[in-house]
């Protein structure tokens, strides 16, 4: 965060493209559209854009005090999925002669266009514009010279012809503002491009285009799929119930992971007092789905390795290929994020598959917790993610 003499410099440059200075305290768009605009970088200045709650037009404190509460609602635009990629910010409260002052630090995205809401703003001199075709195409070009998560990568045998346009098309009416839709003239391949679904250097699909629109997935990422198996005891040794390799699209995948959870989750009765009685399920089917969602959105797709969804008679076990990955340890999974496919993540996100990130696995805790069930466990190394659900009648 900036120093305060840095702080009191950018408030009298009242003509800084780097810097949005407001009086308002609730207007959320505002402030997301500023972040945006600072994580886009459009003048390339490779520095922090500064939001500035609480100084005037003239740069000086408009005599506010700062809440907990403004600070917790400007801290959470990192995390509330509505901008995305998700930008990189701090916040800081500063108290001057004339008032307080809440300050929202915004470092450059390695992986322009950042949209909110499905809109690419950038900071055009000392004010925020929506972003022209020609603007968003040097923002796409300018991520491909930075580094790029594996997600990210040109497929090197795919073409445009092995992704599904009619997923693509359905998609983009899902996620993308339609005023935005109705004036795009661009080629498909920009189209595609701007989402990070191709690659236009190398005129080929990105591993995220064929993970979301692929119709040959397993061809090019052989281990991208779900083995489902379902036992009648407790050990690998018996003869499967039930068993399915569960491929395909993103969505059709995501839509088949609903229909097994319904077919196995079985409801039993409880009894609550001696002439009450409650129906229960053996698993909340909800903190299931979230626990298989984070294992399909964090896998490693550089493996061959297909994410293990075994039900047991006791208990459920879902293994993952790909151990914790960047910033996150097994003592900070609840709390730390760090995203080895953001591009697939925010895909997730975008669908409504994913309401909050970072959130999942402390949401599937307490459904278990709310249903009698015991926590999930966690057994993770560098190469498997391994999580187990007790059954709640055992």
């Keep these: 965060m900036l120093t305060l003499d840095q702080l009191q410099a950018y408030l009298a440059d009242l003509e800084s493209d780097r810097v949005e200075r407001t009086t308002s305290t609730d207007k959320t768009d505002k402030f997301a559209q500023a972040v945006c ?12 854009g500064y939001l500035i709650v609480g100084a005037n037009d003239r740069g000086e404190p408009a005599g506010l005090t700062v809440t907990d509460e403004l600070l917790q609602r ?3 635009l990192r995390s509330d999925g509505n901008i995305l990629p998700l930008p990189a910010l701090s916040v800081g409260q500063f108290a001057l002669d004339g008032g307080q002052l809440a300050v929202v630090e915004v470092q450059p995205s390695d992986l322009p266009p950042v949209r909110y809401k499905g809109q690419v703003w950038l900071r055009v001199g000392p004010r925020k514009a929506i972003a022209s075709e020609q603007e968003e195409r040097i923002l ?53 491009a701007s989402l990070r679904f191709f690659n236009n250097r190398a005129k080929q699909p990105t591993v995220a285009g064929i993970v979301m629109f692929g119709k040959n997935l397993r061809y090019f990422l052989p281990g991208a799929y779900i083995q489902f198996l379902r036992l009648p005891g407790t050990t690998l040794t018996e003869i499967p119930d039930n068993q399915a390799e ?36 053996d698993y909340p089917q909800i903190a299931i789905r979230e626990l298989l969602l984070n294992s399909v959105m964090h896998r490693d797709y550089q493996s061959n390795t297909p994410v293990r969804f075994y039900w047991f008679s006791d208990r459920i076990e879902i293994q993952s290929p790909g151990g914790l990955y960047g910033e996150v340890t097994l003592q900070t999974l609840t709390q730390a994020n760090s995203y080895r496919n953001p591009v697939i993540a925010e895909c997730m996100k975008s669908l409504g598959y ?12 307490k459904l278990l917790n709310d249903n009698g069930n015991l926590p999930a466990e966690f057994d993770i190394n560098d190469k498997v993610f391994l999580v187990t659900i007790r059954r709640r009648f055992a």
Excluded: C
């Design 140 to 192: 796409m070009e300018r991520r491909i010279a930075n580094a790029r998560s594996f997600d990210a990568m040109p497929v090197s045998d795919a073409l445009i012809g092995d992704l599904s346009l009619t997923l693509f098309e359905s998609y983009r009416h899902e996620v993308i503002d339609p005023e935005i839709i109705v004036s795009n003239h661009r080629p498909l391949e920009d189209q595609l």
């Design 37 to 48: 605009a600072f994580a886009n970088d459009y003048p390339n200045h490779r520095q922090p």
């Design 354 to 365: 994913v309401n909050r990130f970072g959130y999942g696995i402390q949401r599937a805790q």
């Design 246 to 281: 569960i491929s395909g699209d993103l969505l059709t995948v995501l839509r088949e992971l609903d229909a097994v959870l319904k077919a196995n989750i079985q409801t039993g009765l409880e009894q609550i007092t001696t002439l009450r009685e409650r129906f229960a399920p």
């Design 74 to 76: 400007l801290a959470a």
